[in-house]
């Protein structure tokens, strides 16, 4: 894969995903420039990178989505080009126009493309002149409540109400019933407006119980277009994704290939190319419906990398210089099984109240099989301003059984003291049967959720006190002083009471 790499990247983000790019980049040998807000000055990513620029206050409309300011900054550092991670400006087609009047190479798909498919009503017309098959629906923004009766009417409650520029469950509203329609379209409208600036929305027929899997999608500039296998997304809450998984336990070889090939024959529609992800439902008979295409790089891209063997930051790098894809799909194959867990700074016994405040004890898991993408250290104070997710453990085994087994091992290693988190939730998911025997849909984790028995003590501010003082009390027992931005003495603390420590916690979070 020959190229002429790039002098210097900007990493227009924040959190895990700017760091897993600095990463690439370093490996690469290609130097970074980061960027950050007020609430970001003493970030991970901002101490990874070779420069850092401050861009702006803590609110993202005023940093890390002003264009002018990032672009401005990339002039300045001598970058040549830009990484923009995901969300933020990742699949902005004006700030992809910016970047190439400024002479910057924007590391993704053309503007063109993202136009094409980045709205999802325009990529719902793309699929109709593909032939694709799509969710039963609009496939333009509706134009007035009577509209949204008319197409509701159509095609039969329940439906769904969907943000045309969305993306993370907001704007989404399910409707079982025309009386409540008149109330979710006014509302989802608003929400839409006040998450993406545009409150155009329309209108999916609900499948029941359906499977949420997406297909990899990758190309270059030459033409060259690869499917990388499936990820199964099914455990969702208010439809974000919760757990991702690769490959997908009901995804034979045959719908493989055909999921596979109706992705590939969307995005040269679209005349696509970088990295993309196109999502699909899946209903009980295995049938598939296009869903929408993200144009940017997923979160849980790493359990993709981990059953393909490649690394899809580098790739995106490589194909933005103007290299050729080194490998066709006859050369892919798959082996083994990952599983993806986004932990959150977030409290699920609090009906998932967010969590901001200082980390004041981190101990991370390892071991065979196990990667962690995090953009947090001991001493960070987890900002209020932007999503709470700290970061994503991965776990790799031969078998999705394996697998399992081994990432629960790591989330008894995993210690996050200070703040609240999810990692608690991922052992009821992983203990439960429906989850070890692959029964899921987007539905699965609300009636979890449903099911689960009170919290057996008060779980306030006093509570979670007291969980950390002991835990602190514990490590010291232990002989280990406290670590501060990383730099202490961790490396020679005593695995198993270290073990004990994080699952004396993990028993105070049930």
Not at 70 to 75: E, M
Not at 338 to 364: C, H, K, M, W
């Amino acid at each position: 894969m020959s190229s002429s790499l790039f002098k210097k990247i900007l990493v227009a983000n924040r959190g895990e995903i700017a760091v897993r790019v600095i990463r690439a980049c370093r490996e690469l040998g290609v130097p970074t420039v980061a960027v950050f807000s007020d609430a970001d000055r003493a970030a991970l990513h901002v101490m990874k990178a070779d420069e850092a620029y401050h861009i702006g206050p803590a609110a993202a409309r005023e940093s890390y989505l002003n264009t002018e300011r990032v672009i401005d900054v990339a002039r300045r550092s001598g970058a040549d080009a830009i990484h923009p991670g995901y969300g933020f400006l990742s699949e902005n087609a004006r700030f992809a126009k910016a970047c190439a009047d400024a002479g910057v190479k924007f590391i993704g798909p053309p503007p063109s493309a993202m136009e094409a498919l980045g709205s999802k009503t325009r990529a719902r017309e793309a699929a109709d002149r593909a032939g694709l098959p799509r969710v039963p629906g609009s496939v333009r923004a509706l134009s007035s409540l009577a509209d949204a009766e008319q197409v509701a009417g159509q095609v039969g409650y329940p439906v769904m109400l969907k943000a045309a520029a969305g993306g993370g469950g907001k704007g989404m509203r399910r409707v079982n019933a025309r009386d409540e329609l008149a109330s979710a379209f006014a509302s989802a409208k608003s929400e839409a407006l006040r998450a993406f600036g545009n409150d155009d929305v329309y209108i999916e027929k609900l499948i029941v119980e359906p499977r949420h899997i997406e297909i990899q999608v990758l190309g270059d500039e030459h033409g060259n277009m690869v499917y990388l296998g499936e990820r199964e997304c099914s455990v969702q809450r208010r439809h974000q994704k919760v757990i991702e998984e690769a490959p997908s336990a009901v995804v034979d070889a045959t719908m493989r290939q055909a999921m596979g090939e109706t992705a590939v024959a969307l995005a040269r529609t679209a005349g696509y190319f970088n990295a993309g992800t196109v999502e699909f439902l899946v209903d009980q008979e295995k049938n598939f419906y296009f869903l929408e295409m993200n144009t940017r790089l997923q979160v849980e891209h790493p359990v993709t990398e981990l059953v393909t063997g490649l690394d899809l930051v580098h790739l995106q790098i490589l194909i933005a210089a103007g290299a050729q894809l080194p490998f066709s799909q006859s050369d892919l194959q798959l082996r083994g099984h990952a599983i993806e867990i986004r932990v959150y700074a977030e409290d699920p016994d609090n009906n998932f109240f967010p969590s901001p405040g200082q980390i004041t004890r981190l101990l991370t898991p390892s071991g065979p099989g196990i990667r962690e993408d995090s953009g947090i250290y001991e001493g960070w104070t987890v900002p209020l301003d932007y999503d709470p997710m700290l970061s994503k453990l991965i776990a790799y085994a031969p078998t999705r059984e394996q697998a399992i087994r081994r990432l629960r091992r790591a989330l008894d290693e995993y210690f996050v003291g200070g703040i609240a988190t999810n990692l608690g939730l991922f052992r009821e998911i992983l203990d439960d049967p429906d989850f070890a025997a692959a029964r899921i849909h987007t539905g699965y984790l609300d009636r979890l959720l449903s099911s689960r028995a009170p919290v057996p003590f008060n779980n306030g501010a006093g509570e979670k006190i007291a969980a950390i003082a002991a835990a602190l009390l514990q490590s010291a027992k232990n002989g280990n002083g406290a670590r501060v931005n990383g730099h202490g003495n961790g490396a020679t603390a005593t695995p198993g009471k270290w073990k004990n420590v994080a699952r004396q916690e993990a028993l105070r979070e049930r």
